[in-house]
C-alpha cells in the first residue's frame, strides 16, 4: 500500500511574511492527518526559515526544493548543491519541472543528472514529466513521458526509482485551471507504472506517483480515488493555505 503524498511547490512566490503566515495555516490546519505525508518545495532562501518553523511545531510536513544542481561543488555560481538542501532540513527535491526543461532549457539528460546528485545525497527526488499540449494531440503522450523516464533509468537503473517519487504534469494543465480528466491522469500513471513494471515489479509497484496541474480542493478527491494516482503536485493552490489543506484532506481520504 502506498501511503499518499499532497505536495506544494510554491514556484517563485512569497515573502518572509506571506510564506510564515501561509506556513503557520497549514502546520494547524494538518496536525490531525495522519495518513497522508504532506510537503512544501519552497524557494532556495526560505529553505532555512521554513525548516526552523517546521521544527519548533514539531511538524511531520516535509520540506522540498524546487530545484538542486547536478553538481556537487565547485565553479557553479548561482547553483545549489544537494548537500546543501540536505544541510537545511530538506527531504525532496523537484527534478526536471517542466517550467526547468520549457523555460530554462534543461534537458532529459540535465534532470536525469540532478535525479542522480539528489540520490547520491539521501535526498528524495520527486521526478516530473509529462507532454505539452502538441505533443498530446500528436498522440506522443507515452513517447514522451517514456524518453523522460529512460534518461533517468538508462544513468542510474530502474532500481534508483525505488522510494522515489514520479509527478506526472501534463504541461497544458499547469496554471491553466484545465485539470487531467481522472480518466486521462490515470491512463497516464499506468503507463508510467506498467513501463516500470517491465524491468522490476517491485518498484513499479512502490513508487508514488502524483499527479500535477490544475488540482484544487474541489477536484483533488476524484483525481486521488484512481488507482495509480498517489497523491498531487499542487502549484497555485499551494498559496492557499484552506485550498491546499482541502487537497490534503482528499490525499488522506484516499
Ligand atoms: P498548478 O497547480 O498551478 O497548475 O501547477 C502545477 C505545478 O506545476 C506543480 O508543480
Known amino acids: 500500500m502506498r501511503q499518499p503524498l499532497v505536495a506544494g511547490n510554491w514556484k517563485l512566490n512569497g515573502s518572509n511574511a506571506s510564506i510564515e503566515a501561509l506556513l503557520n495555516a497549514i502546520i494547524e490546519g494538518s ?42 561543488a565547485g565553479a557553479y555560481t548561482g547553483e545549489v548543491s544537494a548537500a546543501m538542501l540536505q544541510e537545511f532540513g530538506c527531504s525532496y527535491v523537484l527534478v526536471g519541472h517542466s517550467e526547468r526543461r520549457a523555460l530554462f ?63 506526472y504534469e501534463p504541461v497544458w494543465a499547469i ?15 499506468a503507463f508510467i507504472r506498467s513501463k516500470l513494471a517491465e524491468a522490476d515489479t517491485a518498484v513499479a509497484n512502490g513508487v508514488q506517483i502524483l499527479y500535477g496541474g490544475s488540482v484544487k480542493g474541489a477536484n483533488a478527491a476524484e483525481l486521488f480515488a484512481m488507482a495509480d494516482i498517489d497523491g498531487g503536485l499542487i502549484g497555485g493552490a499551494s498559496l492557499d493555505a484552506q485550498d491546499f489543506l482541502a487537497i490534503c484532506e482528499a490525499g488522506n481520504n484516499a
Open 175 to 189: 496554471g491553466t485551471g484545465k485539470t487531467a480528466s481522472p480518466q486521462q491522469a490515470q491512463d497516464v500513471h
Open 105 to 167: 532549457g534543461e534537458h532529459d539528460a540535465d534532470s536525469a543528472n540532478k535525479f542522480a546528485a539528489a540520490r547520491r545525497q539521501g535526498l528524495t527526488p520527486i521526478l516530473c514529466v509529462g507532454e505539452t499540449l502538441a505533443e498530446r494531440e500528436q498522440g506522443a503522450t507515452e513517447a514522451v513521458v517514456a524518453r523522460q523516464l529512460d534518461a533517468v533509468i538508462t544513468l542510474t537503473g530502474v532500481v534508483s526509482l525505488a522510494d522515489a517519487v514520479i509527478a
Open 31 to 72: 496536525t490531525a492527518l495522519d495518513k497522508v505525508a504532506v510537503a512544501v518545495c519552497a524557494p532556495y532562501v526560505y529553505l532555512p526559515g521554513v525548516n526552523d518553523l517546521l521544527q519548533r511545531h514539531l511538524s511531520s510536513i516535509r520540506l522540498g526544493a524546487q530545484d538542486v544542481s547536478e553538481h556537487s
